[in-house]
């Protein structure tokens, strides 16, 4: 496990602060490599809960290195806050290293996040408005402003005005609201800029040497590949690449240094915001999965929606991403129901797909067909070993990497570090 890629197989979600903070343990460095203050991962250790939004879930582990690289729009008080918060639980947060690549989340970006929302009306996303999509379309239009430009003063206030020259034509007259003001933010963000400096480094570098050396390093994904630009449920996504390629161009380093990618699934399926979701249950069944796991957003405190596993997106998933190995998590949620479903097929205007559709208006119209399997009733968040499983547990699980072809090497059974079977 020399480098590895663990990355979101559904919509977000899936449980991957749990599975880094598992894997943190033999590692030397974990990398984010897209989003930013949009994630939302928690790791559970004991009575303890922590919640990331930036910082790298490798933080635990005082031998690990926490590195926040070039594929990420980071927004410095958030960032600032968390490391604050992380030293305020006895962590150092003066490990974390920070790609000067990386481009900033400006406040105008969290503004126009929160109008072009409410410009869309009823199209409206669902993001968690805190900058992300405006901050990756200056990023693409060549328009954005980076870590590095933090330390030229007279070139970062050149950027920011040049930026709020166009912003401040367009939210007034566009979307009806204040413009904003260059002199503050400039202020403001130059204070940052002098507070994390000494986190600031050349992280591909700093990665590729790591790999010379032998090191072993985990890259987190945040939010999902259904939630990736390219290849999730577009437009209802995010503004970058949760998929594994995005670990390759959000870090630097070349896809042949990359050993395993694991998948990390929920044994059903949770969705925030809006966009199709063809197992969604608007039931009482969904209703109990949603109270019994507790889903219920970190970064924004939404009700999730939920619904059971959809096998043709988890093997969706496994192709993109070429996943080697799949992480169950929250199998203990399913104890609660007597039998348990899993959508083999969708159908759709007469026809049947066995693969997930690419074209959004058939995915939109789609029916699950569903596989009914037995449920197993035990509680099984005591379990540490496979044989301590129910024998319906055990068939649950073979018949999901069966059908997705990809081995399941871990389940989780309760959020709490220890709470997880290794699969034979
Ligand atoms: P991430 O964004 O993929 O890191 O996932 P989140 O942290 O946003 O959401 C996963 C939630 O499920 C968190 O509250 C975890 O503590 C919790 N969780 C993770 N694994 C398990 C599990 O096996 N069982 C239960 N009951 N909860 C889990
Ligand atoms: P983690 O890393 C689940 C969703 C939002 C919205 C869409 C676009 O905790 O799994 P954005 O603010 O990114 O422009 O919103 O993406 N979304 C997530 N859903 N988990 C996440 O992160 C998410 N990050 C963004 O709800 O539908
Ligand atoms: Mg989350």
Same mark, same amino acid.
């Given at each position: 496990m020399?480098?590895?890629?663990?990355?979101?197989?559904?919509?977000?979600?899936?449980g991957?602060?749990?599975?880094?903070?598992?894997?943190?343990?033999?590692?030397d460095?974990?990398?984010?490599f897209?989003?930013?203050?949009?994630?939302?991962?928690?790791?559970?250790?004991?009575?303890?809960?922590?919640?990331?939004?930036?910082?790298?879930?490798g933080?635990?582990?005082?031998?690990?290195?926490?590195?926040?690289?070039?594929?990420? !729009?980071? +927004?410095?008080?958030? =960032?600032l806050? &968390?490391?604050?918060?992380?030293? %305020?639980?006895? /962590?150092d947060? $003066?490990?974390?290293?920070?790609s000067s690549?990386?481009?900033?989340?400006?406040?105008?970006?969290?503004?126009?996040?929160?109008?072009?929302?409410?410009?869309?009306?009823?199209?409206l996303?669902?993001?968690?408005?805190?900058g992300?999509?405006?901050?990756?379309?200056?990023?693409?239009?060549?328009?954005g402003?980076?870590?590095?430009?933090?330390?030229?003063?007279k070139i970062?206030?050149e950027?920011?005005?040049a930026?709020?020259?166009?912003?401040?034509r367009i939210?007034?007259?566009?979307?009806?609201t204040l413009?904003m003001?260059?002199?503050?933010?400039?202020e403001?963000?130059?204070?940052?800029?002098?507070?994390?400096?000494?986190? !600031?480094? +050349?992280?591909?570098l =700093?990665?590729? &040497?790591?790999?010379?050396?032998? %090191?072993?390093? /985990?890259?987190? $994904?945040?939010?999902?590949?259904?939630l990736?630009?390219?290849?999730?449920?577009?437009?209802?996504?995010?503004?970058?690449n949760?998929?594994?390629?995005?670990?390759?161009?959000?870090t630097?380093?070349?896809?042949?240094?990359?050993d395993?990618?694991?998948g990390v699934?929920?044994?059903y399926?949770?969705?925030?915001g809006?966009?199709?979701?063809?197992?969604?249950?608007?039931?009482?069944i969904?209703?109990?999965?949603?109270e019994?796991?507790?889903?219920?957003?970190t970064?924004?405190?939404?009700?999730?929606?939920?619904?059971?596993l959809?096998?043709?997106?988890?093997?969706?998933?496994?192709?993109?991403?070429?996943l080697?190995?799949?992480?169950?998590t929250?199998?203990?949620?399913?104890?609660?129901?007597?039998?348990?479903?899993?959508?083999?097929?969708?159908?759709?205007?007469?026809n049947?797909?066995d693969?997930?559709?690419?074209?959004?208006?058939?995915?939109?119209?789609?029916?699950?067909?569903?596989?009914?399997?037995?449920g197993?009733?035990?509680?099984?968040?005591?379990?540490?070993?496979?044989?301590?499983?129910?024998?319906?547990?055990?068939?649950?699980?073979?018949?999901?990497?069966?059908a997705?072809g990809?081995?399941?090497?871990?389940?989780?059974?309760?959020p709490e570090?220890?709470?997880?079977?290794?699969v034979?």
């Amino acid at each position: 496990m020399a480098a590895t890629i663990i990355l979101g197989a559904q919509w977000g979600d899936e449980g991957k602060g749990r599975v880094v903070d598992y894997f943190a343990e033999q590692a030397d460095f974990v990398v984010r490599f897209q989003g930013g203050n949009n994630a939302g991962h928690t790791i559970v250790v004991g009575d303890e809960k922590l919640a990331l939004s930036l910082i790298p879930s490798g933080i635990l582990y005082p031998t690990c290195v926490p590195v926040i690289a070039s594929g990420t !729009v980071i +927004d410095p008080k958030v =960032l600032l806050d &968390e490391m604050d918060m992380v030293a %305020s639980r006895g /962590l150092d947060p $003066g490990r974390v290293k920070l790609s000067s690549n990386a481009h900033l989340v400006m406040p105008f970006h969290r503004k126009l996040d929160a109008v072009i929302e409410r410009y869309l009306g009823k199209n409206l996303i669902g993001t968690t408005k805190k900058g992300i999509g405006p901050a990756y379309t200056d990023k693409y239009s060549r328009f954005g402003i980076r870590v590095q430009d933090l330390f030229d003063p007279k070139i970062f206030a050149e950027k920011v005005e040049a930026s709020l020259e166009e912003k401040n034509r367009i939210l007034p007259r566009v979307y009806n609201t204040l413009p904003m003001d260059s002199e503050e933010i400039i202020e403001e963000y130059l204070a940052y800029g002098e507070q994390l400096k000494p986190q !600031v480094t +050349d992280t591909s570098l =700093l990665l590729w &040497e790591a790999i010379q050396e032998g %090191s072993e390093v /985990l890259f987190e $994904g945040a939010q999902g590949t259904l939630l990736d630009v390219d290849h999730g449920t577009y437009p209802f996504v995010t503004s970058s690449n949760p998929t594994a390629g995005g670990a390759i161009v959000g870090t630097g380093v070349g896809p042949k240094a990359i050993d395993e990618i694991i998948g990390v699934a929920k044994a059903y399926i949770s969705r925030v915001g809006t966009g199709p979701f063809p197992t969604e249950l608007n039931d009482e069944i969904g209703d109990r999965m949603i109270e019994l796991g507790g889903e219920y957003g970190t970064v924004t405190g939404r009700r999730r929606r939920c619904g059971w596993l959809d096998l043709l997106a988890l093997r969706y998933a496994a192709r993109v991403n070429t996943l080697t190995r799949i992480f169950l998590t929250k199998l203990d949620i399913l104890s609660a129901f007597e039998t348990i479903k899993v959508a083999t097929a969708y159908e759709s205007g007469g026809n049947t797909f066995d693969e997930f559709p690419s074209q959004q208006s058939v995915l939109y119209k789609c029916e699950p067909v569903y596989e009914e399997l037995a449920g197993w009733g035990d509680d099984i968040t005591g379990a540490r070993k496979y044989d301590e499983l129910p024998q319906e547990a055990q068939d649950y699980i073979e018949y999901i990497q069966d059908a997705v072809g990809v081995p399941i090497g871990w389940v989780s059974v309760g959020p709490e570090r220890s709470q997880l079977v290794e699969v034979p």
